[in-house]
């Protein structure tokens, strides 16, 4: 049963249905945050109890839907205290090799979107309040074919450092994660059939293993934690020492 | 609120220059997260003092930069089943022009900021139990920044750089090694800066205030415990955005 909610930490999580989303969610709840869990399908392997998840399925990328969650999430709870922007698509390929179709989409999801989102949160949100964004090492250290997905989290990145900037002296704290490679069923798949990827993302982790949703959840609720009080404009690395060890050989 | 536990638990932890300043606060933080916290500074009577306000903690004389120090401090370690956690903290803060800065002084800094890290680290690799430990390495905005005082900068930024060889280094070890990054946290040490010129430089931090003991003591607790545990190599700034 979760500790009971204060009332002032209301967080909407976006992408909350699986991955660092869900562990994101549920972290924040045990820590005594109300989520409004935004998704376009249904949170996976949902708790026994929900209470203190509220579920609001929709796309983002719909042109009306990013303010209408805003608004409906406002109307709920008469507040907005933290915002997650972790919802944000992989599939980019080399640059000679992307089309339009392909630059337009991720960028917009994984740059646009969060963009946006902030654009109407902070508009509403009070002192105390704070904004998380979800970008990636690969911010820092280059990989093959990421292209724009690459470029999309460098922007968030940047987007974040700035709004820090800018916020901070109406008391919002803006700070990013950069996860490394982090476990899902895609990335299990691909440790076992390429051995490439094997090289790159396990034996060129100092840690010699990838991240967990749960390792990314802690940090994001660390930073969302009055023990943060003082930290803003951050990008916090959690990659097992990837970004900062030479190439596996 | 579940934000805080007993996250360091019978842990055995070390902070250098823990007499006052981040590192006591850390030393009290840890001691109520349940560490076994070792006291370690050059300045014998604050540090005693200290720790014995702190439940099941020990002081520990220390200058940073003599090896036969550490050596004890392995030996007395290893006898206790050894050390989970080590916040290289002590430093000195001195900063002088270019012009001023003369070789003697230089060393000094190095010896106390540079080499006390260095052998920060070779103690926890030689005194570590299996199961690893976490390291955190004080730098500062001076080691993200050319700030005032070529000394303490060269310091600082080589003690960001140390942090991302020994983490990679000591990963098979299972030991985390980390730096951070405070600003303009209020402390003794910043008695080197003037009030005038601390209140002026204070207006240009975004959050509009200068850090607490407190703030920078949660984040080295943070990166102390399991939370953070796939967190190495990694460097964060505290300063309320300045460095943004």
Not at chain 1, 79 to 104: C, F, Y
Not at chain 1, 105 to 117: D, G, K, Q, S
Not at chain 2, 51 to 58: C, I, N, S, V
Not at chain 2, 200 to 221: C, F, H, W, Y
Request: charged share 20%; proline share 5%; glycine share 8%.
């Amino acid at each position: 049963m979760p500790p009971a909610a204060d009332p002032s930490r209301i967080a909407i999580v976006t992408g909350a249905a699986r991955g660092i989303g869900r562990a994101t969610a549920l972290r924040l709840r045990s820590n005594g945050w109300s989520i409004v869990a935004i998704d376009q399908s249904p949170m996976t392997d949902l708790p026994d109890d929900l209470s203190g998840i509220d579920e609001f399925r929709c796309d983002l990328t719909d042109s009306a839907a990013v303010k209408n969650v805003v608004a409906l999430a406002l109307e709920r709870y008469g507040r907005i205290d933290l915002l997650v922007n972790n919802a944000g698509i992989s599939g980019a390929k080399p640059v000679h090799e992307t089309d339009d179709e392909n630059l337009a989409r991720i960028m917009e999801v994984n740059f646009t979107v969060p963009f946006r989102l902030s654009r109407e949160v902070l508009k509403v949100m009070q002192p105390g309040g704070g904004i998380i964004n979800v970008a990636s090492v690969v911010n820092f250290r280059a990989t093959p074919s990421t292209s724009t997905y690459t470029a999309s989290k460098a922007a968030l990145a940047g987007l974040t450092r700035q709004m820090a900037s800018e916020y901070g002296p109406r008391g919002i704290r803006c700070n990013a994660v950069a996860p490394g490679l982090v476990e899902t069923t895609l990335t299990a798949d691909k440790l076992r059939c390429d051995a490439k990827f094997r090289r790159i993302w396990v034996d060129g982790t100092p840690w010699h293993r990838l991240g967990r949703p749960e390792d990314i959840a802690a940090a994001i609720a660390f930073l969302a934690s009055p023990d943060a009080e003082f930290i803003n404009g951050h990008t916090l690395v959690i990659d097992g020492g990837w970004s900062v060890a030479a190439p596996a050989v | 609120m579940p934000d805080r536990s007993k996250r360091l638990d019978g842990h055995i932890v070390v902070v250098t220059g823990a007499a006052r300043g981040i590192g006591a606060q850390t030393a009290r933080q840890a001691a109520a997260e349940g560490a076994r916290v070792i006291v370690s500074d050059i300045q014998r009577d604050a540090g005693e003092k200290l720790a014995a306000e702190l439940p099941d903690a020990r002081f520990f004389p220390h200058d940073v930069g003599d090896e036969g120090d550490w050596n004890k401090l392995t030996e007395l370690c290893r006898s206790e089943g050894g050390v989970h956690g080590l916040v290289n903290n002590a430093g000195i803060y001195d900063p002088r022009l270019i012009e001023d800065t003369d070789v003697a002084f230089f060393e000094r800094n190095v010896r106390i900021n540079q080499l006390g890290t260095l052998l920060g680290i070779q103690f926890v690799q030689k005194a570590a139990p299996a199961e690893g430990a976490s390291i955190v390495n004080l730098s500062s905005l001076s080691g993200l920044r050319g700030t005032k005082g070529i000394a303490y900068t060269a310091t600082k930024w080589a003690v960001r750089g140390m942090t991302r060889t020994a983490a990679v280094e000591l990963a098979p070890r299972k030991i985390r090694v980390n730096s951070i990054h405070p600003a303009f946290i209020d402390t003794p040490m910043l008695s080197a800066m003037s009030r005038q010129h601390f209140e002026m430089r204070q207006k240009s931090i975004p959050l509009g205030r200068a850090g607490t003991v407190e703030d920078v003591a949660n984040l080295i607790i943070f990166l102390l415990c399991d939370d953070s545990s796939y967190i190495t190599g990694s460097e964060t700034a505290i300063d309320g955005g300045l460095s943004a």
